[in-house]
Every structure is written in C-alpha cells, then in structure tokens.
C-alpha cells in the first residue's frame, strides 16, 4: 500500500474503526483464560497507539469478561485493568477456579479484589468456584449488589450450606434488590428444607423470574420454591428420587396455579412418584415442557401424561420432550384417542416435538399430520423414535408416503428438522436391513436443515437418553 493509502487508513473516523473492531472481535466476551494475549481486542491494541485508544475506549468490548483463575500469575491485576477500561458500565462477570489447592489466591484476593469493589456496577455474576469462597461471599456482614440481576452459584470443591453459619459474626447481609434469575449450584445439607437455610435468605423469592439448579433437590423442595417463588416463568431443576416417603409429603398438598410458569425442565432419576407432582400444578401460560431422565426410567406417553398436557396445560405450548422409557410395554397403556385430543389442542402452536416409541397404536395418519404445514403450521422440528417392538420398515414407509403425498398436493414440507431412531433389523447386509437403509437415505434425500439417523443394533441398546438429549439440545446441554 503507498503512503496515501496509509494515510487514508489510519485516518478514518474513531467511530467507523469501532465499527471495524467490533466486527473483527466478534464475541464481545473476553474469556480471560490460558491464550487470552491471543485474543483479538489484545492484538489490535498492540498495533499502534492510535488503535489501542480507541479499543480501550470501547466499553462494550471489557465489560464482559470470563476470568480463569489458573490462567495467569497476575491474573487479578490484568482483570483490574480490564475493569477499568468499562468504568460506568454494567459487567458481566464470570470466575472459574476448577481446584483450591496450591492456590496462591486468598479469599480476600478474589472477593476483595473482584467482586467488592465493582459490587454497584456488576449486572451478571456467575461463580464457578471452590466452596470456600462461595461460603465466604454468602456471610459477608454486608454488602449490596444494586443492579445485580442474574447470578449464578456453582461449587468446585465439596462443601455443604446447612442450617447455621460457622462464623461468629453478625447475620450476613448480602442483598440483591433486583435479582431476578439465579442458577443455585450450592449443596445443601437438607434437600426438604431448602427455603429455611438462613445462608439463602439473599434470595428474593418474590420477585425471582428464573430458577435453575444442577443440583438434585426433593419433589416438596420444588413445590417450595413454586409457592415463594409464584413469578417464575422459568424452573430448571433435578429430582431426587420421589420415594414413599416423599410421596407422603406431597400428598394433601394444595393445588397450585403458575400463571407466568413459560419453561419447565425437569431431570428425574425416577418415574415413581412424578405423576403425583405433576397433579399438584396448573400452567396456563407453559411453552416448553423439558422432562429428561437418568436411570433409563422415562414416563412414557401415557394417558396420565396425556391428561397431565391436555388438562394442566395453556393451549400455548410450543416445545415438548418427554423422554420415553426404555422398554416398550409403555406402549400397551398408549391412548391413541387422548394422543390425537393433545395434538388437536396444540396443533397451531407446537414447533418442536419430541415423539417416543412411535407405534401402530398411533394412526398412520399421525405421521402425515405432523408433517402437514395445514394442521401445524409452525411445526419445524419433529423427534421419532420408533418402537423397536414393531417393523421399523412399516414407520419409515409411513414417513416416506407422508412426504410423497404432501408434494403430490403441492404442498412444501414445514419440517425442517428430523431425527429418526430405529432399530436394526438384521445383519448388516441382510435385504431387509438393506432395505432399511436405502429408505433412510430417500428420507434424507429432502434436505432437512437437521437431519439425525440412528441405528441400533439391539433393543437393550436402543434406548440411549445422551443421544437423544445431545441431538436434541446440542452435544453441551446440562
């Protein structure tokens, strides 16, 4: 380039290069790890001073920062000079620390140094840290977080939050005036009394909007949080086991109604007992309804769940995955009527349907509904797995005649993405398996945006809930 063409360059207006800087950094979070002088903010300050004026006078470019606490010697003081570069603006900060020992850092370094001093400006904090520090923050004298509205508690290391603080101090008074979304991933001694821990009593229930825990928590625990929490549009969370005796604490419980309840995702490690919980709720206003299992011991389409969906539920549900049980005698107990008065109800909302054990209990007609755009207009992402108790051969020809038929009438398929699961039919180069194949690949042949294939090889092998969790949400799903 000659002279003036330098000219030309370095001379453009500070606000079309930030517009250059942002495109070029991309992801405005700056993830403070192992390579992070590698990172692009970092490299475009080092050009010329002229360059590094201006990136470090874009606010919106330090404010959201990752921090790894192994990443650096100093670490601490380069996040010091990071933060200063967002003065004025809200943060988003998030500390990872996978291990405690051999650490240098003291809990005055990472609470004293981090969190404190940008305690008024931070509007996001996620912690994923040893217990110690966690502990730590939770029984601070004092402290206020004024703009804090989401946060998230994660452990790195073992520890348990219980009934009373160890320390000898004044009751902790760590506020939180306007949260509203927190992920608790803190281990509690006492999973049936989760609300009455005096080291949770930051949590502003009322106004909560968003409840999330990785964490195991009890089925009562659940319905605890819904009566303080009634404003939740949002509950993510795991089951215990729903045993005898805790079936005895739900039964008698008064009904409830969410009416802001929009995303429900629960994790089960058993089916007993959550047919009980599920009576106890009313959602006018559920979307999505996310039920994942851990023990191969999903709910099956059942009629309860049918009245459960059909009767507890708005008519505005969008997405639904219920994981099926691995054996099929879930299947004798299918209600294909109460099937099709779910699919009527919510014809014109649904857009992600997830499907277990699809069987000739199920009109043949079902397949060529789902995919017909006039019945479900907004339908684009359809989940099948096949019974492996019937002919795969039979449901993939169904499949097939649907899409023949739709483009037969001019009508363009509204499925955009299909996930089949299906059970092998012999060895590998048997005709019927063959057979099964080749009408796989005529499926696939449409050009779906997603399209997900799985063959198993046996029936005690065709029930795989990581596979149909990782097509469904994504390979990084919790």
């Known amino acids: 380039m000659d002279e003036t063409g330098l000219n030309h360059t370095v001379h453009l207006p500070p606000e079309l290069f930030r517009i250059i800087f942002s495109f070029a950094v991309g992801d405005n979070r700056f993830k403070m790890s192992d390579g992070f002088m590698n990172d692009e903010r970092i490299r475009l300050s080092h050009v010329c001073s002229s360059w590094r004026s201006i990136l470090f006078g874009m606010k919106e470019l330090w404010s959201d920062i990752v921090i790894y606490m192994e990443a650096h010697p100093m ?61 730590a923050l939770l029984t601070l004298p004092s402290a206020s977080f004024p703009i804090l509205e989401s946060l998230s508690l994660r452990q790195s290391s073992y520890g348990v939050i219980t009934q009373s603080t160890k320390y000898n101090t004044p009751a902790p008074s760590v506020t939180f005036p306007r949260l509203h979304a927190i992920d608790y991933g803190l281990t509690v001694i006492d999973l049936a009394k989760i609300l009455g821990i005096p080291d949770l009593s930051f949590i502003p229930w009322i106004q909560l909007t968003t409840f999330t825990s990785p964490r195991w928590i009890t089925a009562k625990g659940a319905y605890d949080v819904f009566v303080a929490a009634p404003n939740l549009k949002t509950m993510r969370t795991s089951f215990d086991a729903i045993g005898l005796e805790e079936q005895r604490r739900l039964s008698g419980l008064p009904m409830l109604d969410l009416p802001h309840l929009e995303s429900l995702d629960i994790r089960f490690c058993g ?19 996310t039920f994942r299992e851990t023990t191969e011991q999903g709910l099956g389409w059942s009629s309860e769940l049918n009245n459960f969906l059909f009767n507890r539920c708005g008519s505005q549900l969008e997405n639904v995955f219920v994981v099926s049980r691995k054996v099929g005698s879930e299947t004798e107990r299918f209600d294909p009527d109460a099937y099709q008065l779910f699919l009527r109800k919510h014809a014109r909302t649904l857009r992600r349907l997830y499907v277990p054990h699809l069987s000739s209990r199920h009109d043949d007609g079902t397949v060529l509904q789902l995919m017909s755009g006039k019945m479900y207009p907004h339908l684009e992402s359809l989940s099948l797995n096949l019974c492996h108790l019937e002919d795969p051969l039979h449901h993939l020809g169904n499949i097939l005649k649907a899409m023949v038929h ?22 590998e180069f048997d005709d019927r398996n063959v057979k099964l194949r080749s009408r796989l690949n005529d499926i696939e042949f449409y050009r779906w945006r997603t399209f997900v294939s799985r063959v198993y090889d046996c029936p005690s092998c065709a029930h795989d809930p990581e596979d149909f969790e990782d097509d469904w949400f994504g390979k990084n799903c919790e």
């Open 406 to 427: 739709l483009e037969s009438q001019g009508n363009r398929l509204t499925i955009k993405d299909l996930y089949l699961y299906s059970l092998s039919v012999g060895p």
């Open 75 to 135: 670490v601490l003081d380069i996040v010091a000079e990071t933060l200063s570069r967002a003065e004025g603006a809200a943060l988003t900060i998030g500390i990872q620390m996978a291990r405690l020992e051999n650490h240098n850092q003291s809990q005055y370094d990472l609470i004293g140094r981090v969190i404190i001093p940008y305690a008024a400006s931070i509007q996001n904090l996620r912690l994923f840290v040893p217990f110690y520090y966690l502990e």
């Open 271 to 289: 089916s007993h007992g959550f047919q009980l919980f599920l009576s106890l709720f009313n959602f006018p206003s559920i979307r999505d309804i």
